[in-house]
């Protein structure tokens, strides 16, 4: 069975000086991200790319959706797993190379660190981020690689 989400937002360039775009160093990279009912997302273009560092940058909303969707996931795979999760924190990483005016991620780490509830959910625990990887929309869509390498402890 197949279904179709569709998803919609609204990206407006705040960043105009006054001169538009009549020279590189001439407008700000800023903009808002909006989505009906959420709060506004202030962003930017990476540093190296004149932005603002204060402000989400494409890069870093790309990796956070990695991340996300993979704890979302795994979350998910836990429960039918029977696995009790009472902690979860992901330490992400990426890497994209720039070539010219172009360029392209080469690979992201997610690294979660998960507590679940006892030592006999370990085995499950470990298996249940392989189904999160497989079931991870975001990881499905990128042309690179996406590794998981996670570190599990049990609570108490």
Known sequence: MTSEHRYRLTT????????GTTGYRDYD??????????????????????GDPTRWNPEDL?????SQCHLLSYLHACVTRGVVVTDYVDEASAVMEVQGNGGAFREAVLHPRVT????????????????????????????FEVRVEPALTTAG
């Open 12 to 19: 407006t360039w705040t960043g105009n000086l006054g001169a």
């Open 116 to 143: 679940v509830r006892d030592a006999s959910m370990v085995e499950e625990a470990i298996a249940a981020h392989h189904d999160a990887h497989e079931w991870c929309f975001i990881a499905n869509s990128v042309n």
């Open 29 to 50: 990279r800023a903009v808002t991200v909006e989505v009906d009912g959420k709060p506004v997302l202030l962003g930017s273009a990476d540093r190296p790319f004149r």
């Open 62 to 66: 790309l990796l956070a959706a990695l």
